[in-house]
């Protein structure tokens, strides 16, 4: 019988339909849709929260943690553009520090949108999934099979969008209990899949949460430095996440990659890119 809680907090990134333009582009220009965030244990949720909000006192914050508006220092973080350089730099190491210190580890699904139409248009057309589908069944089963080496179940906690997206998300999770993944039988088995009867032991409880709830921003700020690194491995934010341990692959044998960790879907581009200059790719599918 299964203990204790382990919650996925989960954020999202990009856009999650194959063929919409993504708008104005950063300054990257790399062109995902991820869904994923932070694993915790619920016996470890007080600490993190407390970190949190000892971060925000010392600051004189009273804005969440968005962090897109951090990266760009606009509106909650406007001041921070007004402030010296030393400054800037001085806060955005108390936050990495943050990020390190919280009792939680990152885990996403990452789907590069021009590789998934480079794979999927000519196929299916206009009959191709939308990208959240196959994010938020990868991730939600990786973080399932992480629960599970725990000995734990697992509370599904994305950040609250409208109710027809809400329930869209709430339907691929009713379905991971009845049918299992979705995807072909005959290709994902290298992944291990779970069962449906795993999925319904394992899967507690699917419950939507604020952006401002405080969990739910440590999942915004793990997210974008997991989405760099699929593109860039020496992105540093991603890099030091990794060096200190705090992402999912850190705690599994290189090994057990491919099947539990972070996923990184339709990244053929980026293994080609890699293999040229000869610089090592993140492990992608």
Same mark, same amino acid.
């Given at each position: 019988?299964?203990?204790?809680?382990?919650?996925?907090?989960?954020?999202?990134?990009?856009?999650?339909?194959?063929?919409?333009d993504?708008?104005?582009r950063?300054?990257?220009a790399?062109?995902?849709?991820?869904?994923g965030?932070?694993?915790?244990?619920?016996?470890?949720?007080?600490?993190?929260?407390?970190l949190?909000?000892?971060?925000?006192?010392?600051?004189?914050?009273?804005?969440?943690?968005?962090?897109?508006?951090?990266r760009?220092?606009?509106?909650? *973080?406007?001041?921070?553009?007004?402030?010296?350089?030393?400054?800037?730099?001085?806060?955005?190491?108390? %936050?990495?520090?943050?990020?390190?210190?919280?009792?939680?580890?990152?885990?996403a699904?990452?789907?590069?949108r021009?590789?998934?139409?480079?794979?999927?248009?000519e196929?299916?057309?206009?009959?191709?999934? /939308? %990208?959240?589908?196959?994010?938020?069944?990868?991730?939600?089963?990786?973080?399932?099979?992480?629960?599970? /080496?725990?000995?734990?179940?697992?509370?599904?906690?994305?950040?609250?969008?409208?109710?027809?997206?809400?329930?869209?998300?709430?339907?691929?999770?009713?379905?991971?209990?009845?049918?299992?993944?979705?995807?072909?039988?005959?290709?994902?088995?290298?992944?291990?899949?779970?069962?449906?009867?795993?999925?319904?032991?394992?899967?507690?409880?699917?419950?939507?949460?604020?952006?401002?709830?405080?969990?739910?921003? *440590?999942?915004?700020?793990? %997210?974008?430095?997991?989405?760099?690194?699929?593109?860039?491995?020496n992105?540093? #934010?991603?890099?030091?996440?990794?060096?200190?341990?705090?992402?999912?692959?850190?705690? %599994?044998?290189?090994?057990?990659?491919?099947?539990?960790?972070?996923?990184?879907?339709?990244?053929?581009?980026?293994?080609?890119?890699?293999?040229?200059?000869?610089? #090592?790719?993140?492990?992608?599918?």
């Amino acid at each position: 019988m299964m203990s204790n809680v382990v919650n996925f907090y989960m954020d999202d990134s990009g856009t999650r339909h194959p063929d919409h333009d993504p708008g104005k582009r950063a300054v990257h220009a790399y062109d995902w849709f991820a869904l994923g965030g932070i694993l915790v244990r619920d016996s470890d949720e007080p600490e993190a929260q407390e970190l949190h909000d000892a971060f925000r006192r010392k600051w004189g914050l009273t804005c969440p943690l968005h962090s897109v508006e951090i990266r760009a220092r606009n509106e909650g *973080f406007l001041w921070l553009e007004r402030r010296p350089k030393r400054d800037q730099e001085i806060f955005y190491e108390d %936050l990495y520090q943050l990020m390190k210190a919280a009792p939680v580890i990152g885990l996403a699904c990452v789907i590069d949108r021009p590789g998934y139409n480079a794979r999927y248009r000519e196929k299916y057309g206009r009959q191709r999934w /939308s %990208l959240c589908k196959s994010a938020f069944t990868i991730s939600v089963e990786r973080a399932a099979k992480y629960a599970r /080496s725990l000995n734990c179940r697992l509370r599904v906690l994305p950040e609250r969008c409208n109710k027809p997206e809400d329930r869209v998300l709430k339907g691929y999770y009713n379905d991971l209990k009845v049918v299992g993944q979705p995807f072909d039988p005959n290709t994902s088995e290298k992944y291990r899949p779970l069962m449906p009867a795993q999925f319904k032991e394992t899967l507690l409880e699917f419950h939507p949460k604020m952006k401002g709830a405080r969990m739910a921003q *440590f999942a915004d700020l793990y %997210l974008w430095p997991i989405c760099m690194g699929g593109y860039n491995a020496n992105n540093r #934010p991603y890099k030091r996440l990794k060096e200190d341990g705090k992402l999912i692959e850190c705690t %599994l044998p290189e090994g057990d990659w491919e099947a539990l960790a972070s996923k990184y879907y339709c990244f053929d581009a980026q293994k080609a890119e890699a293999l040229e200059t000869k610089t #090592p790719p993140v492990k992608a599918g």
